[in-house]
């Protein structure tokens, strides 16, 4: 067991999977497996599979897995067609180069995601006009 993780951590650590079967319209069950119920990881080639004692599941691996299962969970918000973001987390944005920022003071080694046109108003009535550094002095 690494070092930094206590054997009581890695018992809650878990993370997000699907269960392929014919519920949720072909689309499957999400589940946060438990580290410890582990026995084996393999792949189909692509994608990452975690066999339990029950069930085989599948590493969520598209955006669009992340919009289906997380988005819902996590309070995301999708901002362009490669881009989720967490509302909560937005500290600044910018009208005019489209970005949303998630640091106190923004730089230009600041992270960011990008936003689609089409979502700008979402943008602007989630984290407000005095946040736009588009329209700061």
């Known amino acids: 067991m690494p070092e930094q993780f206590t054997e ?3 018992n809650h650590v ?4 699907m269960l392929r079967d014919s519920s949720n319209g072909g689309n499957g069950q999400f ?8 026995c084996s990881v393999s792949t189909d080639g692509r994608t990452l599979l975690f066999e339990t004692g029950e069930a085989t599941y599948h590493m969520i691996s598209t955006l669009d897995q992340v919009g289906q299962f997380l988005m819902p969970l996590l309070d995301l918000e999708k901002v362009d067609r490669v881009n989720y973001i967490q509302p909560s987390k ?3 944005y910018d ?7 998630f640091d106190r003071h ?6 960011y995601a990008t936003i689609a046109q089409r979502y700008m108003e979402l943008v602007h009535n ?3 006009k005095d946040k736009d550094l588009a329209e700061s002095p």
């Open 126 to 128: 989630m984290v407000g």
């Open 31 to 38: 589940h946060l497996l438990r580290l410890d119920q582990i």
């Open 106 to 111: 923004v730089s230009a080694k600041s992270r």
């Open 8 to 10: 009581k951590e890695m």
């Open 90 to 92: 937005v500290t600044y």
């Open 95 to 101: 009208s005019a180069y489209r970005k949303v920022y």
């Open 14 to 17: 878990r993370i997000p999977v």
